[in-house]
């Protein structure tokens, strides 16, 4: 039983400790905190190429029976010639993405699939298991819509963004065009620029390092900021535009005015500007 001596400690060793059982907490459940779980869907815009389009739910079985939730958003006239794979940013749930479906082409198939653990996915998230899902889903979409692996475009938002930039880097041929909004050069670099969070830096499980996969990647690449970003500071998402450049890739950076980190990808501004790129 501690004795009286022991718990009259000065109050900065309290703190101390206290801040230490955080980082302690954060370590153990980090997988879960960085994707987060939400089952909210915020719609927006439908998009002019909306009546145009269907979009129905999809369940893809992985290993040890985890079953992850998708959307899938196609003209309702004519099979789909190319195919987008959207990863959310975090705790997004993509049902929205069919909303995105109507600024597309009409030639295009949008896929979207929840994490591991948002929405109606099972399992535990970690950069490993979701880029292996990612990889699943990419060949599953191919296969569904009967496409080859160059009619393939990724996109992503934010922490999707190195979900996105990871797949393309694993695809043999590279994807056939890149859409990247507001995206870090990793999770890591996010972390040590912040001094509360620093010190979980190393321990990081889910680095989601974009600036390693860049040096794979020579692909067109259409890279969105937001105008007010508190959360990935332009300086991150243009180091990285320059890695892609430096690797090869035709990279077109663009910000959008009145946008926040979290409002921009829904925005009729970014959604119609993602559309144009893939014309």
């Not at 292996?132 to 692996?149: M, R, S, Y």
């Not at 690797?247 to 993602?274: C, I, K, N």
Request: charged share 20%; glycine share 8%.
């Amino acid at each position: 039983m501690p004795t009286v001596d022991a718990l009259n400690l000065a109050p900065w060793t309290w703190a101390a400790l206290a801040w230490g059982t955080v980082l302690g907490l954060v370590a153990c459940f980090q997988d879960k905190l960085l994707f987060g779980r939400t089952w909210r869907i915020r719609r927006t815009d439908p998009g002019p190429a909306a009546a145009r389009r269907v979009a129905r739910a999809v369940m893809l079985e992985r290993h040890g029976g985890v079953l992850l939730q998708g959307w899938l958003t196609i003209d309702a006239q004519a099979a789909p010639r190319r195919l987008l794979l959207w990863f959310g940013g975090r705790n997004e749930h993509v049902a929205w993405t069919r909303d995105l479906g109507g600024w597309l082409p009409d030639d295009f198939a949008l896929v979207a699939f929840n994490y591991r653990s948002l929405g109606g996915s099972g399992g535990w998230p970690s950069e490993a298991a979701c880029v292996a899902d990612a990889e699943a889903i990419a060949d599953w979409a191919c296969t569904h819509f009967g496409l080859e692996p160059d009619a393939l475009h990724l996109a992503g938002r934010s922490l999707g963004s190195g979900i996105a930039m990871q797949l393309a880097a694993r695809l043999p041929g590279g994807p056939a065009g890149l859409v990247l909004i507001t995206p870090p050069k990793s999770i890591r670099a996010l972390l040590r620029a912040s001094p509360l969070l620093a010190p979980l830096a190393p321990l990081l499980r889910s680095p989601l390092d974009s600036l390693a996969a860049a040096r794979a990647l020579c692909c067109p690449v259409l890279m969105l900021l937001a105008e007010r970003d508190r959360r990935v500071p332009h300086a991150h998402s243009r180091a990285l535009a320059d890695a892609l450049r430096r690797a090869g890739a035709a990279v077109e950076l663009q910000t959008l005015a009145g946008t926040s980190h979290r409002s921009l990808a829904r925005t009729p501004a970014a959604m119609a500007r993602v559309g144009r790129a893939l014309r």
